[in-house]
Every structure is written in structure tokens, then in C-alpha cells.
């Protein structure tokens, strides 16, 4: 499977900031999501990341306040802006070769604390 | 629409006894079902998959898991636990054609293994 790596692996960051997290893979991918992951809770998915066009949002998720970038087949990055203390989450990137019957393979994820 | 119920979001076994974690589901078509497993401080592996065919499926580290139609369940089963079994598991299901590949998860397990 396809070997996938998100930075930063975690930070700490004050209210009103942004920051993006990026996530590489090791080969080119159709699919590549972004979740939010709440402290004891599931993974909620955020966006599906479009190549060359806009991200999909899911109920309850905009793109003013999470844009996400795709330029290539194998890179997407998500911001996370103007930052409170309830943004505080684990963000994880996974990619599928496209397929619902495709397992998706998920990074580290980014530890994200908001003071 | 789709969704996933696990019971017992905490479950403690000791060291050799067998692990039973329960997943429900719903969905208006056929699913595809998956099981991954988190560890501390990591992101999501993929334990095992059910897309077609046969209907016990099995996984890595002993894992196995039974696609039941009839009680339309997914449960995840092992014969023996180890303590490097302590993680929180997780159940998903994805709905077959067309081209939603949207992952709805179940709010997790955690699986407790005393000596």
C-alpha cells in the first residue's frame, strides 16, 4: 500500500492563527481525503481533495475555514484557519486508488492542540 | 444514507481469552465493510476488508471478521488476545457502485488486554 506522510506530526498554536498541514504519498493516488478526528471521538471526513479543482465539503465543513489544496496526483494540503480552542483535533490525511470496494490508507496524522 | 454502530465502546479481555468486538450497520445497497485498528499516537491500519464473496474474511494478526446479511453485521473476532492488541478499533462501511467512495465510520472500540 501506498506510503503516506503528514506534516507536522503535531503543534501547538495560538487562537486566531492558521496552519497547514501537508500530506505526501509515495505514488500517484485518485482519491485523497482529509479528517478530523475529535479528542475520544471517530473520524469525521472534512473534504474529499480534487486534483486541479475544488475540494468537496461535507455538511458542516467550509472551505473558508478549511481550504485544501491539490495540485498533483501524490500532494494535498489542508488549512486549518483562524484557530479556536474547539479546532483542537487530530487532522488525518488517507488516500484510496478509487473504488468504494478500496480500503483507504491513512497517514499519522497531525496532532493539532489550540491554546 | 449509512451508518455504523459499535457496541461497547470499551472492552477489557485478559491475555489469551477471545476478543469479540461488534459492529452494526446500515445501508440502503450492499456495503463494503472494513476494520481498522489505531494505536497510540498513530494513524489508522486497515485490518481486514469485506467487498464480495466469502463472507469470513480473514485479517492481519489474527483477525478475523464475519459479514452476516441477515443480522447485517461485521463482527470482529480474534482466538487468543495479546497485549499488543490494546488499541481502539474501528468499523466502516462504504456503499458499493456508483462513485460515492465516502468512508462512514463507527465511533470506535477500545480494546483493554490485562495480564
Known amino acids: 500500500s501506498a506510503v503516506i506522510s503528514q506534516k507536522p506530526s503535531r503543534d501547538i498554536c495560538q487562537r486566531g492563527t492558521s496552519l497547514t498541514i501537508q500530506c505526501q504519498v509515495d505514488s500517484q493516488v485518485t482519491m485523497m481525503f482529509w479528517y478530523r478526528q475529535q479528542p475520544g471521538q471517530s473520524l469525521t471526513l472534512i473534504a474529499t481533495a480534487n486534483q486541479g479543482s475544488e475540494a468537496t465539503y461535507e455538511s458542516g465543513f467550509v472551505i473558508d475555514k478549511f481550504p485544501i489544496s491539490r495540485p498533483n496526483l501524490t500532494f494535498s494540503t489542508l488549512t486549518v484557519s483562524n484557530m479556536s480552542p474547539e479546532d483542537s483535533s487530530i487532522y488525518l490525511c488517507s488516500v484510496s486508488p478509487g473504488g468504494s470496494n478500496q480500503p483507504q490508507h491513512f497517514g499519522d496524522g497531525t496532532r493539532l492542540s489550540i491554546l | 444514507a449509512q451508518s455504523v454502530t459499535q457496541l461497547g465502546s470499551h472492552v477489557s479481555v485478559s491475555e489469551g481469552a477471545l476478543v469479540l468486538l461488534r459492529c452494526n450497520y446500515s445501508s440502503s445497497v450492499p456495503p463494503y465493510l472494513f476494520w481498522y485498528v489505531q494505536y497510540p499516537n498513530q494513524g489508522l491500519q486497515l485490518l481486514l476488508k469485506y467487498t464480495t464473496g466469502a463472507t469470513l474474511v480473514k485479517g492481519i494478526n489474527g483477525f478475523e471478521a464475519e459479514f452476516k446479511k441477515s443480522e447485517t453485521s461485521f463482527h470482529l473476532t480474534k482466538p487468543s488476545a495479546h497485549m499488543s492488541d490494546a488499541a481502539e478499533y474501528f468499523c466502516?462501511?462504504?456503499?458499493?457502485?456508483?462513485?460515492?467512495?465516502?468512508?462512514?465510520f463507527g465511533k470506535g472500540t477500545l480494546l483493554t488486554v490485562n495480564p
Open positions: 466502516a462501511v462504504s456503499e458499493s457502485g456508483g462513485s460515492n467512495y465516502k468512508l462512514t
